[in-house]
Every structure is written in C-alpha cells, then in structure tokens.
C-alpha cells in the first residue's frame, strides 16, 4: 500500500494560486513550508489518491482502502480542504479573522489543522471534537512530518459488500478496479 508522499497528486499549473493575495486579504501569514507544500500539491477534494472498485451490482464506486495516521492509528485522515475552504472553515469555527489554526484536512471524526501562530506556528494538530477540554492534539511538527506518517489501509474484505479481493482487476490506462464475476 502506499505512504507518504506517494499518496499525494501534484498540483496542475491551472490550480496554482497566489498565495500572497489570500495571506494579504485575509489577514494571515502561512507558514512557508505549508505555501511549499500547497505550491507543489494538490489540496483540493481529489488531492490525494484514492483506490476505487466499480461495483457491478450497484453500479457505483466504491473506496478499496482508508488512510491512518501511523503514529495514532485512530485519526482515519479522508484528505486536504482547499486553501480557500481551510480559511472559511477556520473563520467560521473560531469565530474571528485572526485565526489562529488553519483547517486543512478533514478526518472521519473531526480534523486536521496547521498552527499558524507563536509556539504552535508550522505544527500540525488532531481536533479532537470528543476530547474535550483537550481538543487540540499536538501529531506533527510540520505538513512533510504528518504526510509522511499517512498510510494507506485496505478496507476488510466484509466492507467490499460481497466482492472479495481476489475477483479485482484492471485494465491498462485505467485508475479503478473492475470486478470479475
């Protein structure tokens, strides 16, 4: 399965965005190894590859495998926000322009954010919406740490609904799974 770096897309030329003109309208200063990652990587919904199956019955995608954080393997990490979508979800949760962390990507239960101030500027958090009043984990020194301790996790074959591992296949060009009958 794949870790790391290797579960990222690189960002396209006609995603790139000045991130200088978001710092200045909405009052912030990102840190520069997070303007490095999202200057080189794709933060949008598809930013982070997912291995799929089409399901012949129900004639729909499904998700072969999950992401875990290594170091807590109870954060299952679903993928990044945009950097446009991290500043309006961070107003919006703390209530105030001067943020003080960056909503960057989202879990099954609740989220990842980047400290962007003092002590907790670059460092990388679990909100933790059930653990209060700690809800703030400290996980990652820096947005390279938390990726590389992000590893892909295939689903147990019960969640496939009723396809087993071995009936997949693909075919040459394609990025998802077919089942065979």
Request: net charge negative; glycine share 6%.
């Amino acid at each position: 399965m794949k870790r790391g770096i290797e579960l990222l897309k690189s960002k396209k030329e006609s995603d790139l965005i000045d991130i200088q003109l978001l710092e200045k309208k909405h009052n912030l200063n990102i840190p520069l190894l997070y303007k490095i990652f999202i200057d080189n990587f794709s933060t949008n919904e598809n930013g982070i590859s997912h291995e799929v199956f089409f399901h012949p019955e129900f004639n729909d995608e499904r998700y072969i495998s999950y992401y875990t954080f290594i170091n807590k393997p109870e954060i299952n990490f679903s993928g990044f926000n945009s950097v446009k979508n991290s500043i309006l979800f961070s107003k919006d949760i703390e209530g105030k322009d001067d943020i003080d962390y960056l909503t960057i990507g989202h879990c099954s239960v609740g989220g990842v954010l980047l400290g962007l101030k003092n002590e907790n500027r670059d460092k990388i958090f679990y909100y933790d919406p059930d653990g209060y009043p700690e809800t703030h984990i400290e996980i990652a020194n820096n947005i390279f740490e938390f990726i590389k301790n992000i590893e892909e996790v295939l689903q147990p074959e019960e969640y496939l609904d009723g396809v087993k591992y071995s009936q997949l296949y693909k075919n040459w060009g394609e990025d998802f799974w077919r089942v065979r009958e």
